[in-house]
């Protein structure tokens, strides 16, 4: 079975600061990763997907994620964040080898101050 | 495309009523799930549908909840009756699949307050 552990339940930041959001994984077989942002009073969406090939992703408003098989990690970075990225952010992992079934994460709120 | 839509948006309701909560996936997407999120639980997924035939529901609750898809354009989760551990924010996302794996879009969500 699949599991996601995300390392920090909150990670208060300032603004323009760097920040990493850490995500594990377990899974016996290969596995897509993903990001989700979900700001207030909103539903999840999605901010970039590890599918194959290099395991640096980018994604949307500046957000990267690397993935590390060795480690079964795939952390989120900021260089510099911005009073509008506080919200939750979920790490996701499903089988790529068919279904669609995604387990989430317990999120992390992000939470960045002037 | 208007995005998923779920109504209503806010639930009221007292202990042992029926509750009905709706979806319409995007038009086009062929997967549909319904989540529910709790702060002691997080993020559940409840129950998927492939071309309108569920294909795991091994996340409901217990018989108290059942989902429908009627058609491609529909479904509903319902929870008969309800109960206070009900109150959540439920969720309802759709996806496609065309050459590989694609990411799920969410609709805004259904809070569910049951007293």
């Known amino acids: 079975a699949q599991s996601v552990t995300q390392l920090d339940s909150q990670v208060p930041v300032f603004e323009e600061a760097p920040v990493e959001l850490r995500c594990n994984y377990s899974s016996s077989v290969s596995v897509y990763l993903f990001w989700y942002v979900q700001y207030p009073n909103q539903g999840l969406q999605l901010l970039l997907k590890?599918?194959?090939?290099?395991?640096l992703v980018k994604g949307i408003n500046g957000f990267e994620a690397e993935f590390n098989k060795s480690q079964t990690s795939f952390h989120l970075r900021k260089p510099s964040v911005h009073i509008s990225d506080t919200a939750e952010y979920f790490c996701a992992v499903s089988l790529n080898t068919g279904g669609f079934k995604t387990i989430f994460g317990a999120g992390t709120r992000l939470f960045v101050k002037a | 495309d208007a995005g998923v839509i779920q109504s209503p948006r806010h639930e009221v309701t007292e202990m042992g009523q029926e509750v009905t909560l709706r979806c319409k996936p995007i038009s086009g997407h062929d997967y549909l799930f319904w989540y529910r999120q709790t702060m002691m639980r997080g993020l559940e997924l409840l129950i998927y549908f492939n071309n309108n035939v569920p294909i795991d529901d091994s996340g409901m609750p217990e018989d108290r909840f059942s989902a429908k898809m009627p058609n491609a354009s529909f479904s509903t989760l319902k929870i008969q009756p309800s109960e206070p551990r009900d109150s959540a924010v439920y969720f309802c996302?759709?996806?496609?699949?065309?050459?590989?794996?694609?990411?799920?879009?969410f609709g805004p969500g259904t809070r569910l307050t049951v007293l």
């Open positions: 996302a759709s996806t496609h699949r065309t050459g590989g794996f694609n990411e799920q879009f």
């Open positions: 590890y599918l194959s090939g290099s395991t």
